[in-house]
């Protein structure tokens, strides 16, 4: 059973940043994807960013290319979701999920694991 526990949300201004973080439990196949997705206030579940546990691609949503950064540190089982010049768009409660590829990195439904999520707050 893979486990995924985010950590980092918080309350911010427009503008300013943030970083998430995401524990994952010990995985054993190479081709594990982790995603990031969010969930605004009163909408469904959307992507934000993805990377394969090994290899250099990442992938983002439009809405935060430019202002997200996605990365992970394999040694301490992390993936970090670096988030610059926030805006108050980018409010919602924030996921850290995985699943094993290859498969659509950006699909919802297709991710196994998922954290409870932690509250970012973007204020204007």
């Known amino acids: 059973q893979v486990h995924v526990a985010e950590s980092g949300g918080g309350l911010v201004q427009a503008g300013d940043s943030l970083r998430l973080s995401c524990k994952t439990s010990e995985l054993t196949f190479r081709n594990y994807i982790l995603g990031w997705f969010r969930q605004p206030p009163g909408k469904e579940r959307e992507f934000v960013a993805a990377?394969?546990?090994?290899?250099?691609?990442?992938y983002y949503a439009d809405s935060v290319k430019g202002r997200f950064t996605i990365s992970r540190d394999n040694a301490k089982r992390i993936v970090a979701l670096q988030m610059n010049n926030l805006k108050p768009e980018d409010t919602a409660i924030y996921f850290c999920a995985a699943m094993l590829g290859p498969k659509p990195y950006d699909s919802r439904d297709d991710y196994d694991y998922w954290g409870q999520g932690t509250q970012v707050t973007v204020s204007s």
């Open positions: 990377i394969p546990l090994h290899g250099s691609s990442t």
